[in-house]
């Protein structure tokens, strides 16, 4: 029966992120095509032996699982086959992290006596904060990230109680793995080195994870001096993306960024407030507080990292690893000093209670979710305004708002093949690049002007449309003004579209 019940939660987080993707596709959308399209453009350039797409982040596994799911697809189809792809590596990603929640769940069970309380506690990673939920539906780093946590945690816990090679070797691995993802893990290495016992262990612990780093990071070896300099201005930069004076971090307004980050999720703050509290007054001297002093030291430092550019899920490990963070504490604090019966009892009532609360914030998301990808499909300016030219910002809804941002953003690689199945009417503005485009280059609006008798602007940037309009001139001087959820659409020379369910 208790092997039955670890399977409840990793199930619950597998059915919770089927049913948001359900509400919140196609990949296309304004608020999923970046990085997702970017990272389908890594997989089918690794398919053709062409280096990823990303560097930034790096994000090769994720890509190497596109790579993977495309080739099953035929070579002819899969500029054509986008969502379908994209959906399946997504489905890669969220098994893999269902089936590592179940894996720690049960080696902690096993190596607590069997106690299923702590085993819980750990599973409930994914539900600390709506953010693990909410990337992941994407096709970006943040679901392999998880499944990296669980397997940090569960080679941790095989380290700190009967250490030999396999549980070196997943430490090494899930550290590699992580850093490989996105490297803001990489703070989570901290925690192997204080649960392995030896120098020599923990020198072979730092080889065998630099080895394994590199052999994820062969794809991007034509990459590698771009992204050594994207680094090092990152490192250098106090500023987002290494812009700013080159101060390494914004000193005035470090505190405040790093203090919105620590003190904003009350779940992560109360499990690592009780995990202070253990250190100082649970059980010591034992294999669970080295390994709690070890995770709460890791989370501190990813925080005081990512603080330099704050951003909530760049401390998604941090805020998943207090999942557990409170299986420890239990068995430090209540595991002993209560009957069995009583600490069952408690347990499960800790457990359903920040389930059932999470719930709640659950259903506030899908109903967020449902509603900003309803608005979005509400109008279709291809299917709605086919005489009429689109010009669409980097952040607009439709498949071809969406490979061109990324295809663009990679080099264009792909740009003849998809402007022979996009439609034909369809034009782009990235900030980045000059003027308006088309698949085949560069356009102006005069031309525009002159070739249809309509022109529709849209985008999800606020004022961006605004912005855009200025280069038509008057042609936009009595424009109607559209709404579809959270994009604004202008359209000169014909009504705006009535929204379709």
Not at 195 to 217: E, N
Not at 305 to 324: D, M, N, Q, T, W
Request: hydrophobic share 55%; aromatic share 10%.
């Amino acid at each position: 029966m208790r092997r039955i019940a670890l399977l409840v939660l990793p199930l619950l987080f597998l059915a919770a992120e089927l049913v948001l993707r359900a509400h919140g596709l196609p990949y296309w959308l304004w608020f999923n095509l970046d990085p997702s399209y970017l990272y389908l453009i890594g997989g089918l350039n690794l398919l053709q032996h062409a280096p990823p797409a990303a560097f930034q982040h790096p994000g090769v596994p994720v890509q190497l699982v596109v790579a993977a799911v495309a080739w099953f697809t035929p070579a002819a189809d899969r500029l054509k086959d986008a969502e379908p792809i994209l959906a399946r590596a997504s489905d890669v990603m969220l098994a893999l992290d269902a089936l590592a929640l179940w894996f720690m769940g049960w080696r902690i069970w096993r190596r607590s006596d069997e106690a299923l309380t702590p085993a819980l506690f750990a599973q409930l990673a994914p539900f600390i904060t709506m953010l693990t939920l909410k990337h992941g539906i994407e096709v970006e780093p943040e679901p392999l990230l998880l499944g990296a946590v669980a397997l940090l945690v569960t080679a941790l816990v095989e380290e700190g109680i009967l250490p030999r090679a396999t549980s070196l070797f997943g430490v090494a691995f899930a550290v590699a793995l992580g850093a490989a993802c996105k490297i803001t893990f990489a703070p989570l290495g901290l925690a192997p080195l204080i649960v392995i016992r030896g120098g020599g262990r923990r020198v072979a612990y730092v080889v065998l994870t630099a080895v394994l780093f590199a052999l994820w990071m062969i794809p991007e070896i034509p990459n590698l001096a771009p992204m050594a300099a994207w680094f090092i201005a990152l490192a250098k930069g106090s500023g987002a993306y290494g812009r700013g004076p080159q101060t390494v971090v914004a000193w005035a307004s470090y505190p405040h960024e790093f203090a919105k980050l620590f003190f904003a999720r009350p779940l992560f703050l109360g499990a690592f407030a009780l995990g202070l509290l253990a250190l100082v007054v649970g059980r010591r001297g034992t294999p669970g507080a080295r390994l709690l002093l070890a995770l709460l030291a890791s989370q501190l430092v990813q925080i005081v990292l990512v603080a330099k550019h704050a951003s909530g899920h760049y401390i998604l490990p941090a805020l998943e690893l207090a999942g557990p963070v409170l299986g420890l504490v239990w068995l430090l604090l209540v595991a002993g000093r209560v009957s069995p019966r009583a600490g069952r009892r408690l347990g499960a009532v800790a457990v359903v209670a920040i389930v059932a609360a999470q719930a709640v914030a659950f259903a506030k998301l899908d109903a967020e979710t449902r509603s900003r990808a309803a608005g979005a499909r509400s109008i279709d300016l291809a299917r709605d305004l086919p005489r009429c030219a689109r010009v669409y910002d980097f952040m607009a809804s439709a498949p071809s708002a969406a490979w061109f941002y990324n295809d663009s953003y990679s080099g264009q690689r792909y740009a003849a093949r998809l402007k022979a199945l996009l439609p034909a009417d369809d034009y782009f503005f990235e900030p980045w690049r000059q003027g308006i485009e088309s698949w085949s280059g560069p356009v102006t609006a005069a031309a525009l002007t002159a070739k249809y008798p309509c022109i529709a602007l849209r985008s999800a940037e606020p004022h961006a449309v605004d912005d855009l309009a200025k280069q038509f001139g008057a042609r936009f001087a009595h424009a109607a003004r559209c709404r579809a959820g959270m994009e604004d659409i202008l359209v000169a020379g014909a009504a705006c579209p009535t929204p379709k369910p």
